[in-house]
């Protein structure tokens, strides 16, 4: 079968555009609803973002099994030429692989050799990096009838042909003068591709466009939250939605934007729709008053001709933490037992940010089950009857305007990292974190158009981190796991807890008894799907958070994964890649470069008060977004050498000196003396981090002398 990847590639470099066939005259990606519905009996390919419509992850190959997992080698490795983190799923169609990149770029690669067939570049502005909050990331393509379709981090839908890599046409999906991105992968459906947006905190109003997949032509666009009554309803359903709002939301743009989930079932002939968080965060500044504010963090159901509502279940009523509900769906029939519970349910499940695992009738949107699967003390469980969480009421900081201490936290019990769902064993495997924040209303509140619009002040005291650690320390056992989770018994089956980890990347199942999932200490993983324990392990020298796959070539089964940054602190050397294992394979990765982490050396602060809470403030709305200190692609500003430098932070910060590298200019948000306050408010947390790290390394240092000092007789025994 990779002989039709070797033709296009000889194809693309003559300049043809005519599509190459294989035996049974197929051309490359000749990916249609047919195939997709029909995946089980090609369980060689991964042809759409979950490998079925109902994105269970699952994998019919079973040639790798807890057997032979030890056997488990690279295959083959493919250097990503960008650095930024790596979040996409691979396609694979007939021997050849696609994966989009960071800043929206597509490849295109012998499943079998790894050898390079084309690349796509988009050529999105990088001044467009201020429109978006978590990075440069794409989640996947979708391949139909001949074409690979990617969503552009500045908002275009675009259409490629997988056999040239040339572009077929290219359409904007948003309007360029609102502070809209696409991030997520797209689908194809019924011959359109599906495709939602990002901005939840750059004010905006979140939608999901559907467009003809020969054309590009608009055929039907569902809006999550409603706009402003007097120009009128779109649907029925907005003017529903309209009812549970208050004030003027729509001059704040009201979020719910559809990031992440969308997903069709054949089988119901619904799509299925996963809303995000409000803008602002904060309900009392969008709905002055409460009110649930439909449809954010909710499922919704659509028809997939005409994008019509057909039902919604919403999981944080009155969401006021960004709890989004736009994280992995999959569609299964699960097996209730006794018949009078039940019996055989075709469901909806998802593990969204606030906790609370959930299972829908899929046709209907019933409730039928809702239970913590992570640390969680907004709310003590979900009713059954009313389907509604019961809050705690001291999570609420948009009524009181007290500090709320808050788990899990915006950054999700369980975010995007997809899920998988493994038929044989019952269980759904993903993974969680666990954490705190607190909540603080933001008092002086004035919409930017170029920070973030929460709604929060994250300028909390020395006092009030101090707080958080502690509550955090009292809390959690542990602060992430992997979960084998069983939807039927409501429970975890098993949890495996790595001490390292904060969190675990995207999961594959497979019929050979195993479990992939990635971790953020630069390592992908292997273990036994039915009892969680740890088999395999492999370095990737970067963080693996993005969805494993796996694909069959010349009766050779491999397991495909993006790796690259993501889950580990900004100063480690990048190195996105896509990483592609077999049994036996013994290709090597280079070895890791080299790197010492930058010291804090943070120059004395001379600010006044006043001075440092002003820059506190901006900080919050306009940097943490991104330089949320140690972990992730951005830099900790705390370390950063232009602290020292005025004139260098200025031209950073003002000037766009680094704009070439994704770095705008802030000159439309900050005065000259703005960003002099916000430089000497970064400086008190370099000196603040600064003190913790030297009281720790004191402590650690008189640690060993205890150690040292004690006499021969209390050592512990050994054998050499």
Request: glycine share 10%.
């Amino acid at each position: 079968m990779r002989n039709i990847a070797i033709v296009a590639a000889a194809m693309a470099a003559a300049g043809t555009s005519a599509s190459a066939q294989d035996a049974t005259g197929r051309g490359p990606a000749a990916v249609d609803a047919a195939r997709i519905i029909a995946a089980d009996t090609e369980p060689g390919n991964w042809m759409t973002y979950g490998r079925t419509y109902d994105e269970q992850r699952f994998s019919l190959l079973d040639r790798i099994t807890t057997d032979n997992i030890g056997e488990l080698g690279l295959a083959w490795y493919a250097d990503i030429p960008l650095n930024r983190g790596q979040e996409a799923t691979p396609i694979v169609v007939d021997g050849v692989i696609y994966l989009s990149s960071s800043w929206s770029n597509v490849f295109a690669y012998d499943a079998a050799t790894g050898e390079q067939l084309w690349r796509y570049d988009p050529e999105v502005p990088r001044e467009w990096a201020i429109n978006v909050c978590c990075g440069m990331v794409n989640r996947g393509v979708a391949a139909w009838n001949g074409n690979i379709y990617v969503g552009t981090l500045d908002g275009r839908l675009v259409a490629i042909d997988a056999a040239t890599g040339e572009e077929v046409w290219d359409v904007y999906t948003v309007d360029t003068n609102q502070r809209y991105s696409t991030t997520g992968a797209v689908r194809a459906v019924k011959g359109r591709v599906l495709v939602g947006n990002s901005g939840g905190e750059f004010g905006v109003r979140g939608y999901v466009s559907a467009y003809d997949a020969q054309t590009g032509e608009l055929d039907w666009r569902f809006y999550t939250v409603p706009g402003n009554p007097a120009d009128g309803f779109e649907s029925e359903a907005m003017e529903m939605a309209a009812r549970s709002w208050n004030g003027e939301w729509w001059t704040l743009g009201g979020g719910g934007t559809a990031w992440d989930a969308i997903v069709y079932d054949p089988v119901t002939d619904l799509v299925f729709i996963g809303v995000g968080n409000g803008s602002p965060w904060n309900r009392s500044l969008r709905s002055p008053g409460g009110g649930d504010n439909l449809f954010l963090a909710s499922i919704v159901a659509v028809d997939p001709d005409d994008g019509s509502y057909v039902w919604h279940y919403q999981t944080t009523p009155g969401e006021t933490w960004d709890f989004t509900a736009t994280q992995p769906i999959m569609v299964a029939d699960l097996d209730f037992e006794p018949e009078s519970d039940g019996g055989t349910r075709r469901v909806v499940m998802q593990a969204p940010k606030n906790g609370f695992f959930y299972v829908l009738d899929a046709a209907t949107g019933e409730l039928i089950s809702a239970d913590a699967f992570a640390p969680v003390n907004w709310a003590s469980h979900v009713d059954s009857e009313t389907g509604r969480p019961v809050e705690n009421p001291e999570a609420r900081y948009d009524d009181t305007g007290e500090i709320a201490f808050v788990t899990p936290t915006g950054r999700g019990a369980h975010n995007w990292q997809p899920m998988s769902f493994n038929p044989n064993t019952g269980l759904v495997y993903f993974g969680s974190r666990h954490s705190m924040l607190a909540y603080v209303e933001d008092k002086e509140f004035e919409p930017t158009t170029v920070g973030t619009n929460t709604g929060i002040t994250l300028a909390l005291s020395p006092e009030q981190r101090a707080e958080v650690s502690a509550r955090e320390d009292a809390m959690f056992e542990d602060r992430g796991a992997l979960n084998g989770w069983d939807p039927v018994a409501r429970g975890p089956a098993w949890r495996y807890v790595d001490p390292r980890e904060t969190g675990n990347g995207g999961t594959l199942s497979t019929a050979g008894n195993l479990v992939f999932a990635g971790g953020g200490e630069g390592e992908f993983f292997a273990y036994r799907a039915d009892d969680g324990e740890r088999l395999w392990g492999f370095e990737a020298h970067t963080g693996v958070a993005a969805g494993p796959v796996s694909y069959e070539v010349d009766a050779e089964q491999y397991i495909a994964v993006a790796a690259g940054r993501g889950l580990q602190p900004y100063y480690q050397p990048n190195y996105s890649r896509l990483l592609v294992f077999k049994l036996g394979g013994t290709a090597e990765l280079p070895a890791p470069v080299e790197y010492v982490e930058p010291e804090l050396d943070p120059p004395p602060s001379t600010a006044s008060a006043d001075v440092i809470d002003r820059g506190a403030g901006m900080h919050g709305q306009i940097c943490v977004q991104c330089h949320n200190n140690r972990l992730g692609t951005f830099p900790d500003l705390r370390r950063s050498p232009a602290l020292a430098d005025a004139a260098l932070f200025d031209a950073i910060v003002i000037e766009g000196a680094l704009a070439a590298n994704g770095m705008p200019s802030f000159s439309e948000a900050l005065t000259a003396d703005e960003a002099v306050a916000l430089r000497e408010y970064v400086i008190t947390l370099a000196i603040e981090a600064k003190a913790a790290e030297d009281a720790e390394r004191a402590a650690a240092e008189a640690g060993a002398d205890d150690a040292a000092a004690q006499p021969a007789e209390d050592a512990e025994p050994h054998e050499d």
